[in-house]
């Protein structure tokens, strides 16, 4: 359930339905309507003189992103702040439209099968724009604090301005369906006779069954229990809390601290914040505090803080994929506290820009931009190069569904596999550009084991002279006390794996590798 909506000044019930007899419908104010054929007619909770004929802002915007991540591809996170800003709404409606639209998206596979069961054609024969509006709706049914007249009532006047008004009658009849029964309620119905697990968990918990399926293997990979899957599940559902980082010698928390946000509990100079658009902090515009997830912050800090297997010059530092830029930053400003210099590389020079800006606020001294393949760091030209090197891979991100709500709906089992090809390439140049005693972190943000142990399992059976840390020792290390432990030993050394429903965290993988000739 949502906190949203509560005392939002929605418009009062109305009197519904038909309540004459015989041929003649009239509702309570005594009109009739002229149907052109027979049937029950649904009325919405107001009546047609009283319907809302303009929509709600924090409404409207909702509806916008979602238009926006259906037609364009887009990504809510990226749209949503300059719609709310668009719509100018104030904190409390801005929660509401946050909510709206992330609950949308996150729930669009159990409410899809919801609204299939009330509505009488396929739902890919529906428009799209008003499927994205049955879809708002039903997530104000079914799992926010709304009163079921006013979602019905909103919906509906949603729908007469950016729709029409003749789908605003077919809204409002599959709505008052949806409304007949609680989330549990329809659940339990939609799950009854299926006995596969993962594909009941897929519908309950609304993931693609290939995603459900492939985390409970990375579950078991990675050393937990199975059984964990459904609380992995509905901790992806629940809204993240934004988490901030004050750049080490850089920034400063305390004007987080004085707008509500909460100390961080897992690693140094962190905090959570719930206070609204973040971009109203003075210090998260100039760059000096950032947003990042704390599960990023700390594979960070445990590369740069695991000490060198042999203690020789720690001077260069190169992240091999840095954009979008959080975990540059927070490596810049680490080196810079080293006494290092860090390379950031970016292939794509629109990303690179990105890097760019992500850095501004650390001495320009202390780093710089590389805008190429980060394959070509294998070349021999780089060879032994670096001292300690990030390669944060490009992954399928299965590990940050819940910060990105729209892409579990479009994500492929074949984008796994085509990535893992890259990673390894990728792992392999790292190794070449890694000084003999410098040290490798290979991160991805996927639990998946394809993505991660197999990766690692592979590059140990082709590489003699690479080995394996202790990398939960080194993310211990770099954690605030009583983190729950995150490490599976692997022969003498150990790889991490970060859980949202354990650490509160994205689903960070890492492991540490050094070359031993």
Known sequence: MSEFGQGRSDRPRRNE???????????????????GGSGQRQFSASAPSARGRRADPARLTAFEVLRAVAEHDAYANLVLP??????????????????????ALRGQGLYDAILSRCVDRPLDQLDPAVLDALRLGAHQLLAMRVPNHAALDETVSLARMVIGAGASGLINAVLRKVSLKDLDTWSAELVEGITDESAAAALVHSHPEWIVRALRQALVAHGREASEINDLLAADNLAPVVNLVALPGIGSLEEALDNGAEVGTLVADSAYYQGGDIARLSSV???????????????????????????G???????????????????????????????????????????SK???????????ISVRDGREYGEAEYAGGYDRVMVDA????????????????????????????????????ALSAVRVGGVVAYVT???????????????????????????????????????????RKVGDGSTIQLWPHIHRTDAMFMALLTRTA
């Not at 599960?295 to 297997?309: E, F, H, N, W, Y």
């Not at 975990?327 to 690179?352: C, D, M, Q, W």
């Not at 992500?358 to 710089?368: C, F, G, I, K, S």
């Open 82 to 103: 300059t719609r709310i800003r668009d719509h100018r709404l104030d904190r409390r409606d801005a929660g509401f439209a946050t909510e709206l639209t992330y609950g």
């Open 358 to 368: 992500a850095l501004v606020a650390v001495d320009p001294d202390t780093w710089m």
């Open 445 to 487: 943000c996927s639990p998946h084991p394809a993505e991660t142990v197999a990766v690692i399992d592979d590059v140990l059976s082709r590489h003699a002279n690479v080995k394996l840390l202790d990398t939960g020792a080194a993310l211990e290390a770099a954690a605030l006390p009583g983190m729950a432990s995150a490490s």
């Open 17 to 35: 339905g038909n309540r004459g007899g015989g041929q003649v419908r009239r509702d309570e104010a005594g009109r009739t309507r002229n149907r």
């Open 285 to 311: 515009r100039e760059g000096s505090t950032r947003v990042q997830d704390a599960g990023s912050q700390l594979v960070a800090r445990a590369l740069a803080q695991v000490p060198l297997p042999d203690a």
């Open 394 to 429: 490009p992954c399928s991100g299965l590990g940050a569904l819940r910060r990105r709500p729209e892409s579990r709906w479009r994500k492929s089992p074949k984008d796994v596999a085509e990535l893992t090809i890259l990673q390894g390439e990728l792992l392999d140049a």
């Open 313 to 355: 010059e720690d001077a260069y530092w190169l992240d091999l994929c840095a954009g979008p830029g959080g975990k540059a930053a927070l490596l810049a400003a680490l080196a810079a506290e080293h006494g290092a210099r860090l390379t950031a590389n970016e292939p794509a020079e629109h990303r690179a820009e990105l890097v």
